[in-house]
């Protein structure tokens, strides 16, 4: 060798060195900037490819580092263009135990193998050799990629001519493993982070979805906010309450922005109190105003969020609508209190009357109270309260119980009397309807109710009582007006009788006639009938009395006003007068009169005055 | 113990009819007063009812029989001082006693009596001689 020889020698080896490096150099270079698989084989394999490679292939090899590898899997795939080989395609799987060069390779060497002839090569197994022949492969090289002596992957190459290796080859083939090692980890390491985040994040979104399900799905509206008050979140009936489109439109704001900003302060006092303290408020019955401009009532309850380390992030309220809940039960209140409250003043008392036990109950105390027993102290049996009624209206109660009975159309309406526990008698208006019967009709139960219509009672009476009186009053006044008494000489009265005469009116002129002799000291009673204008038989049998009763209390009656048309009407009735004097007129009968009592009239002068 | 009921007034039987008399008590005072005409020779006999304020049959009763009885000793009787009540219920009943004289109290009743004394005695021809049995009596 001459020095000029070697010296060409060391400056081509210095010159291979340099290509080597610089070739490494690049490799590195793009596979620091490489991120996804392809990027990957695409800087590990520029140098195989420009040595004429047909296709290269990246394998991920799927296993656990610290156990013996098993699957591979093709994550890259590089193929010269116009030439496809059907049985290198991505994603294929292989097993490793069914390839042996690949196994030992694994498992025994960390350099490259490099596959010259794959047709005769020793080091392949038949498997491997018949799939490098259906491909076409002639030569092929295996590259694995390392990273602190765990297997990460492997690199292939293949060469569908024969291909010998120069040393500046094989040299930069065993290069690569530790080359590539790092960012073949890396990419490992990423794959299976976004394979775990990937899983995870279905997982979550589907808990997610699950959870956004239930919030909105409940009839609670559920809410979180933080320490400030800011909602954090909340569910789809908590934003229809607040007038938004969307959940996600609630984060941020605070109640004071909502149509419920009256009661913000309220709010955020129960909040602070719940954060504060850490612990829940449950069933607060508070207002809300709604977006729709409603007032609904909420029983809301408040407990405390957390986060990971227990601090108080915040609260979690839910709350349920009330409205009709709280409005039933005012009206049902409202309408009891009515009742209670008409049935008090209306002093009604009721009763339950089981037909079966033949009690009677009295569901609330105003019965007894009425009948002015205290409560308990009334028997409720059906025997004991039918004894308290007035033996004079229990056959009428009796029977119009019967006729309700019979016929349910037939109201029960009865008045009568119940003994009070003093004793004394009460007047009640009794009601009651049958309110179940059996199959045969037969009643079962009725209720009822006791009116305490005593004082109604008492009061028609008086208010009889007054207006007989006033009758009687004015009877009286009329009476006097129409029996006036005249006296018109010593021991002579006058009675002019002006109209028909009745029974009552015949008794008013025989009184008034008695007590105008005792009055006037009569020995003489001028009747008047003149004015009377019909003299029936009636009239005269009154007359008849009259004179009678004046008889016997010592005085003679004269009657005057005997018309041609009464002094028919007498004798064709066939009347008998002649017991005492009757004359045509009131003159003729004054003259007898003065007669009776000694006196004579006697006319002085001519009657012309003088 | 009727006793004190009848009083002799001149040729007047003054007879004051007791509240309430019992069926015995009528017989009794009826008995007592025919005893008086016997006894003052007593030409009327006059009834105060002005105590009595009810008539029941025995009340009628007794005017009847009474008056019945006197005329038939020769007297008369005369009825005073009876109550409107009385007499309305008198009325009622038809007791309108047409025989007998009725008054309007004691004054009337003595006028009466006299009247009848400077008739004769008598207004009848019954009284006269009543008058006379009286006086014979």
Not at chain 1, 248 to 275: H, M, N, P
Not at chain 1, 491 to 518: C, F, K, N, S, Y
Request: net charge negative; hydrophobic share 40%.
């Amino acid at each position: 060798m001459t020095v000029a020889s070697d010296i060409e020698d060391r400056l081509a080896r210095v010159e291979a060195d340099l290509d080597r490096v610089s070739v490494l150099l690049n490799i590195s270079l793009a596979l620091n900037s490489a991120r996804t698989d392809d990027e990957i084989l695409s800087a590990l394999s520029q140098y195989g490819i420009k040595h004429g490679a047909a296709s290269a292939a990246l394998l991920y090899i799927d296993s656990n580092p610290n156990d013996e590898p098993e699957w591979a899997q093709i994550v890259a795939i590089w193929q010269r263009p116009g030439r496809v080989s059907p049985s290198i395609s991505l994603g294929m799987r292989f097993y490793l135990p069914d390839f042996s060069f690949y196994r030992n390779w694994l498992t025994n060497s960390k350099n490259a193998q490099l596959v010259s002839n794959v047709a005769n090569d020793p080091q392949l197994d038949e498997n491997t050799r018949q799939l490098y022949l259906m491909a076409g492969v002639k030569t092929t090289a295996a590259i694995p990629l390392t990273r602190n002596e765990q297997w990460l992957g492997l690199l292939t190459f293949s060469w569908d001519e024969l291909h010998t290796f120069s040393n500046q080859e094989v040299a930069i083939y065993n290069s690569l493993p530790a080359l590539a090692g790092p960012s073949v980890e890396n990419r490992r390491l990423l794959l299976n982070m976004e394979h775990i985040i990937s899983e995870k994040t279905a997982e979550l979104t589907e808990s997610r979805q699950m959870l956004e399900t239930i919030l909105d799905t409940i009839p609670l509206g559920v809410f979180w906010k933080d320490r400030d008050g800011h909602f954090l979140g909340c569910n789809q009936l908590v934003a229809r309450d607040a007038g938004l489109q969307s959940p996600t439109e609630i984060i941020g704001k605070t109640d004071e922005d909502f149509a419920w900003r009256d009661y913000a302060a309220q709010y955020r006092a129960d909040d602070l109190s719940v954060i504060e303290s850490g612990q829940p408020r449950l069933n607060i019955e508070e207002l809300l105003a709604s977006a729709d401009g409603s007032r609904v009532w909420l029983r809301t309850s408040k407990i405390p969020l957390r986060d990971a380390s227990g601090a108080i992030i915040g609260v979690l309220g839910m709350y349920e609508d009330i409205t009709a809940q709280k409005e039933a039960k005012s009206r049902l209140f409202d309408s009891q209190q009515r009742l209670e409250l008409a049935v008090r003043s209306a002093n009604i008392g009721l009763w339950d009357w089981d037909f079966r036990t033949d009690r009677v109950e009295f569901h609330n105390q105003d019965l007894p109270r009425m009948l002015g027993y205290e409560p308990g102290e009334l028997t409720n049996t059906r025997e004991a309260f039918t004894e308290l009624i007035h033996p004079d209206d229990l056959q009428m109660m009796l029977a119009a119980l019967q006729a309700h009975i019979a016929d349910p159309s037939v109201p029960y309406n009865t008045e009568g009397r119940i003994r009070m526990k003093d004793g004394s008698w009460k007047w009640v208006l009794g009601s009651g309807v049958i309110v179940e019967r059996d199959a045969d009709g037969q009643p079962l139960r009725m209720i009822g109710t006791y009116q305490d219509i005593d004082q109604q009672k008492r009061f028609a009476e008086e208010r009889e009582r007054l207006q007989q009186e006033i009758i009687e009053a004015q009877r009286q006044a009329l009476a006097e007006l129409s029996t006036p008494i005249i006296p018109i000489m010593d021991r002579i009265i006058v009675l002019p009788l002006v109209g028909g005469i009745d029974t009552q009116r015949a008794r008013d002129i025989m009184r008034a006639v008695l007590e105008g002799i005792t009055r006037y000291r009569a020995k003489i009673v001028i009747l008047d009938i003149t004015g009377v204008p019909v003299v029936d038989s009636g009239v005269a049998d009154h007359l008849n009395r009259t004179i009678q009763a004046a008889r016997l209390k010592g005085a003679q009656t004269i009657v005057t006003g005997i018309t041609d048309a009464v002094a028919e009407t007498i004798v064709d009735l066939g009347i008998d007068w002649h017991t005492f004097e009757t004359l045509r007129d009131l003159q003729s009968g004054l003259v007898m009169a003065l007669d009776r009592v000694g006196y004579r009239l006697q006319q002085v002068g001519n009657g012309n005055g003088k | 113990m009727y006793f004190t009921n009848i009083q002799k007034l001149e040729n007047l039987l003054l007879v004051a009819v007791p509240q309430d008399l019992m069926d015995d008590e009528v017989i009794q005072l009826r008995r007592e007063v025919l005893q008086a005409i016997r006894q003052y020779g007593s030409q009327v006999v006059l009834l105060d009812f002005s105590r009595v304020d009810i008539c029941d049959s025995f009340f009628g009763r007794f005017i009847y029989s009474t008056s019945k009885m006197v005329e038939l000793m020769g007297a008369k009787v005369i009825i005073a001082g009876l109550q409107d009540i009385v007499i309305e219920t008198m009325v009622e009943l038809g007791m309108t006693l047409p025989d007998v004289d009725a008054v309007l109290d004691l004054d009337d009743a003595l006028a009466l009596t006299r009247s009848l004394s400077q008739n004769g005695g008598a207004p009848t021809e019954d009284s006269a001689e009543i008058e006379t049995l009286t006086l014979e009596g």
